[in-house]
C-alpha cells in the first residue's frame, strides 16, 4: 500500500504512535513498580508483626521461666542430673566379670587344672587395666607349664605372673596367677571386643 500523505503528516502520525507507546510502556512499568512495593510493603508488615507475635512469647516465656515453680523446678532438675553424671561415669569406669570371665574360660586349660578362685585386685590404681588375681589346683606342673603358656598368649591379657610358690610341687599343685586385662575389653564401652 502506497502512503500519499505528506512528509510532515507521517512525522505527526510516527510521534503520535511513539507517545501512545510510551505512555502504554510507561503505565507498564509503573504498575510493576507499584506491584512490587505492595508486595515488599506486605512482606514487611508480616515480618512486623511476626517479630512483635514472637517479642511478646519470649516475654511470657521468661516470666514462666522465673515463676518460683520453675526456678524450683529448675534446681531439682539441676541436682538430679549431676547425680546421675557422676553415676554414669562410675558405671562406664566399672570392669564387667562376665567379660573377665568370657576372656578367662577362653583361654584353653590342660586337664586336671581348676580355679577355685577369681577376684579383682584391689588396687586399681591403672585406669587402663583391671588386676585380676587366679587361685586354682593343678594335678602337674606340665599341665600348669601348660597354661601358663595359653595364658601369655592371650592378647587380652598383659602382665602375668607366677609366683615361684606355684612351681614347688611336681603334683596336686596350688597355684596363683596375677594378670591384668585391658579395661577397653571388660568395661563398658562402644570399643569392646566381642
Known amino acids: 500500500m502506497i502512503n500519499l500523505l505528506p512528509q510532515k503528516e507521517k512525522d505527526v502520525l510516527y510521534a503520535r504512535q511513539f507517545g501512545k507507546l510510551i505512555v502504554v510502556l510507561g503505565t507498564i512499568v509503573l504498575v510493576g513498580f507499584i506491584s512490587l512495593f505492595l508486595i515488599l510493603l506486605s512482606v514487611k508488615l508480616y515480618i512486623l508483626g511476626q517479630a512483635s507475635y514472637q517479642k511478646i512469647m519470649f516475654e511470657n516465656a521468661q516470666k514462666s521461666i522465673q515463676s518460683p515453680e520453675s526456678v524450683s523446678l529448675q534446681a531439682f532438675i539441676s541436682k538430679y542430673n549431676s547425680i546421675l553424671a557422676k553415676e554414669n561415669l562410675f558405671y562406664e569406669d566399672q ?21 577355685t578362685e577369681i577376684s579383682l585386685n584391689g588396687d586399681q590404681e591403672n585406669i587402663e587395666e583391671v588386676g585380676i588375681i587366679i587361685s586354682g589346683t593343678s594335678a602337674t ?4 607349664t601348660l597354661f601358663k603358656k595359653n595364658v601369655e598368649e592371650e592378647q587380652k591379657i598383659k602382665d602375668v605372673y607366677f609366683p615361684p610358690e606355684s612351681w614347688i610341687n611336681a603334683k596336686n599343685i596350688s597355684f596363683n596367677i596375677n594378670l591384668a586385662i585391658l579395661k577397653k575389653e571388660v568395661g563398658n564401652s562402644n570399643t569392646v571386643n566381642e
Open 95 to 115: 570392669a564387667y566379670m562376665s567379660r573377665i570371665l568370657d576372656i578367662l574360660i577362653g583361654v584353653p586349660r590342660p586337664e586336671g587344672l581348676y580355679f
Open 141 to 144: 606342673r606340665e599341665g600348669l
